[in-house]
């Protein structure tokens, strides 16, 4: 029978966790990751031992899914690990014997046995490298043999598929120096076993793993494992040591128990310098792409999705100091600058960058201009050859969007920012089933204005031969947004105006993207008693302990919970669903029209700030999930990993609500 969800929360009340299937996650930088749930339980196709990127960070495999794990002693065999299969089965039950976990500084499950033996399992992932440590000791000396067995699953599949009992897979290892290597199917990198412990052949096919995550989602929910053998060990002697990797070009010397004391050491040292969960957290998203970096937008699903980037790197880069990933990723992404526009996302294997996004060129623009304003806080100044690139791809944008380019953006005769074809999602809230566009926001919607504004800003103040152009257009685009964005009958700002560019039609819904006219972004365009009107509207109807519902209760269309297949979550992903990025533009506007005291900005950690901080123990521990349900009690959804709202909780905290007491 599965493990009810209040015994779940009695087990793991102690280390504070919320429930015990919230997640963790292990990143190694390179876009693989390992990741799994506090219980034990793998709910998701995408919780795997060793999920590695062939391209990082794209091309991503998962090679060992998981293992179950028993340890035996006087008194019997006692499981420590468990699995889900069809019809609510839970077998084995070691999930019932875990007493604590804790993620800090990574992964750590202490058991139970009923001989009131107690087992420690630990697990990480080295930064910069396709590799997994384990490790399993005994928490005390016992006398007697505690033998540990375990017998690991591998599939050898795309992350996003699933796998099923086949004659091609790959059952038998050959060994090199010491090491068991699987070479699963053509094609793949290999897997690299290292332990102390002793291995026994015995392959056989696992079949119908259940994940109950995919089934909620409306997928496919059921895969076969093949299991080439056991490894085991005796506690009673020495750590159980094991280390997994993606290929054996970086396997290191000296045994498995050396290694992973070098591995533990590197690694402890490594994340002390992360000084709180936040800055862990932002960690995680930061990898390389070819001899760059760029930002993952979130796990276990995305990859580099342009718009989130930059989003995210004014929290987990600019925010945390760390200028010098900012410049590696600012620089990666000015050389894919194509017709004004920068790629949405890199698709996964050789398909070419989609350039579908107005937004996402104009979040860079402002993301270059916040990076040089912090070189300049430091006391430093971007070198030369840096800023003519960063100016050049500014540039290029600017004068692009001006003219026109894809998908009909283009600058209008008011001076504003049109854009939109039929059939194509531009914006954020892009959506889309088939061939129709939920949210299709042709025309002029109120964020991409705001964007527009204050990439013209940067523009001007990046010296260049069209600075003052650049100038003269903010100043025209300001002066028409102000005429032409305001509601007086309900005292807020339109969301689209010049509705699939007829001129003077304009769409009323009540969504939030209008806080970016007020807070946000380096240039509010709309201040005083207006931006109130706008700020108290949108606290009153859209604000959620999580973040800011998508579109307002009552609204045609409003879905109150994210749930469903595939195309009920898509109509429902900008119909009402929160977002928690959206909290630190509202707050900072919230901040803003009441003149930024430290009593406000007190008020406002409590508000705002503590919700955010408590839901690092509620889905993806430590993290901050993409969205959220717009009814209560507001349940995370989506992708419990998500870097622009982690960068934006950070901002939050560091930058807009920090007191100045304290600066």
Request: charged letters at 25%; proline letters at 6%; glycine letters at 10%.
């Amino acid at each position: 029978m599965s493990l009810p969800d209040a015994l779940l929360h009695d087990v793991f009340r102690s280390s504070g966790m919320n429930r015990g299937r919230a997640e963790w996650l292990e990143a190694d930088g390179l876009g693989g990751f390992a990741s799994g749930t506090v219980s034990g339980l793998r709910t998701r196709r995408y919780h795997a031992l060793l999920l590695a990127a062939m391209t990082p960070p794209t091309a991503r495999v998962v090679l060992v899914n998981g293992f179950d794990a028993w340890v035996t002693t006087a008194a019997g065999r006692f499981a420590i690990s468990s699995q889900a299969y069809p019809g609510g089965i839970v077998h084995p039950d070691g999930s019932s014997r875990v007493m604590e976990f804790s993620d800090d500084p990574w992964p750590r499950w202490l058991f139970r046995l009923d001989d009131g033996t107690q087992v420690v399992q630990e697990l990480f992932v080295p930064k910069g490298s396709a590799t997994v440590a384990l490790s399993w000791r005994l928490k005390e000396p016992r006398s007697g043999p505690a033998m540990l067995t375990v017998r690991p699953f591998f599939s050898g599949r795309d992350y996003h598929s699933m796998h099923h009992e086949n004659p091609a897979f790959g059952f038998e290892p050959r060994r090199e120096g010491g090491r068991l290597v699987w070479n699963l199917y053509p094609g793949l990198p290999a897997v690299v076993s290292s332990s102390n412990g002793a291995y026994a052949h015995e392959p056989v096919w696992y079949r119908d793993f259940f994940y109950a995550a995919e089934r909620e989602r409306g997928l496919d929910s059921l895969e076969d494992l093949a299991s080439p053998g056991t490894f085991s060990w005796n506690l009673a002697d020495a750590e159980a040591c094991w280390i997994l990797q993606a290929s054996h070009e970086t396997a290191q010397g000296g045994g498995a128990p050396a290694s992973i004391k070098t591995l533990r050491a590197a690694e402890r040292r490594r994340r002390s310098r992360l000084a709180t969960r936040l800055d862990r957290a932002a960690d995680t998203f930061l990898v390389a792409r070819g001899d760059g970096q760029t930002i993952v937008a979130g796990y276990p699903w995305f990859t580099d999705w342009g718009r989130d980037t930059f989003i995210a790197l004014r929290g987990l880069c600019l925010a945390t100091g760390r200028l010098k990933e900012a410049r590696a990723i600012l620089m990666e992404w000015a050389s894919a600058v194509s017709e004004g526009m920068l790629p949405n996302f890199f698709p996964d294997g050789k398909a070419a960058p989609e350039y579908n996004s107005v937004d996402a060129s104009l979040w860079y623009v402002v993301a270059v201009g916040d990076f040089i304003k912090s070189v300049e806080a430091a006391g430093r100044k971007a070198a030369a050859k840096d800023r003519a690139v960063l100016r050049d791809a500014v540039e290029a944008i600017l004068l692009c969007y001006s003219r026109g380019t894809r998908f009909g953006i283009r600058m209008d005769d008011d001076g504003l920012l049109a854009a939109g074809e039929p059939g194509v999602q531009l914006t954020w809230m892009d959506a889309k089933v088939g061939d129709w566009v939920v949210t299709p926001r042709i025309g002029k919607p109120v964020e991409i204005q705001a964007l527009w504004v204050n990439a013209l800003a940067v523009g001007a103040s990046l010296d260049g031969p069209m600075s003052r152009r650049w100038d003269e257009q903010r100043r025209r685009a300001l002066e028409s947004f102000g005429t032409r964005f305001w509601n007086p009958m309900e005292g807020c700002l339109y969301d689209v105006i010049d509705v699939d560019h007829r001129r003077g039609t304009v769409d009323v819904s009540f969504r939030p993207n209008q806080i970016l006219a007020v807070g946000g972004l380096p240039v509010p365009l709309v201040v005083g008693p207006r931006a109130r009107r706008v700020v108290d509207a949108v606290e009153d109807r859209l604000l959620t302990p999580l973040g800011l519902r998508s579109l307002a209760p009552g609204e045609p269309g409003y879905a109150g919970r994210y749930e469903g297949g595939p195309r009920e979550r898509d109509v429902r992903y900008h119909q009402g669903t929160v977002w928690p990025w959206l909290i630190a533009s509202f707050a900072d506007a919230w901040v803003r029209v009441r003149e930024g005291s430290d009593v406000v900005r007190h008020r406002g950690r409590d508000l705002f700030l503590a919700p955010l901080l408590a839901h690092l123990d509620d889905a993806g521990l430590g993290s901050v999930s993409e969205i959220a349900d717009g009814d209560a009690p507001h349940t995370p959804r989506g992708c419990p990993f998500q870097a622009w709202s982690v960068g934006e909780v950070i901002r939050l905290d560091r930058e807009i609500l920090r007191l100045r007491e304290t600066r």
